[in-house]
Nanobody, 125 residues
Framework: QVQLVESGGGLVQAGGSLRLSCAAS????????MGWFRQAPGKEREFAAA????????DYADSVKGRFIISRDNAKNTVYLQMNSLKPEDTAVYYC??????????????????WGLGTQVTVSS
């Protein structure tokens, strides 16, 4: 089994920054892609960012492109999401996810096998 634990959420003013972390443990194997999704109240869970196994490829939703940066440290089995220039519409629960045996990025929820419990991000105007 694989466990994913997110941290770093909180309350921030519009224009501010936050850095989310997601630590993976258990039987992760060595080949997996990672992603961040988010879900605002009353809305579907949506893709935010993804990173390939090596970290060499990244993908972003249009709504966060240019403001968010995803990265990973494979030695620590940890993925990060640096969120800059935050807007009130970024308010959501942020989930990290792991796609086993996947080398490249994917934006599809169904491609991810494991999910964390989420961390709340609230951006005030």
């Amino acid at each position: 089994q694989v466990q994913l634990v997110e941290s770093g959420g909180g309350l921030v003013q519009a224009g501010g920054s936050l850095r989310l972390s997601c630590a993976a443990s258990g039987r992760t194997g060595s080949r997996y892609a990672m992603g961040w999704f988010r879900q605002a109240p009353g809305k579907e869970r949506e893709f935010a960012a993804a990173i390939s196994m090596s970290g060499g490829y990244t993908d972003y939703a249009d709504s966060v492109k240019g403001r968010f940066i995803i990265s990973r440290d494979n030695a620590k089995n940890t993925v990060y999401l640096q969120m800059n220039s935050l807007k009130p519409e970024d308010t959501a629960v942020y989930y990290c996810a792991l796609a086993s045996l996947r080398r490249l990025t994917t934006t599809l929820k169904d491609d991810y096998d494991y999910w964390g419990l989420g961390t709340q991000v609230t951006v005030s105007s």
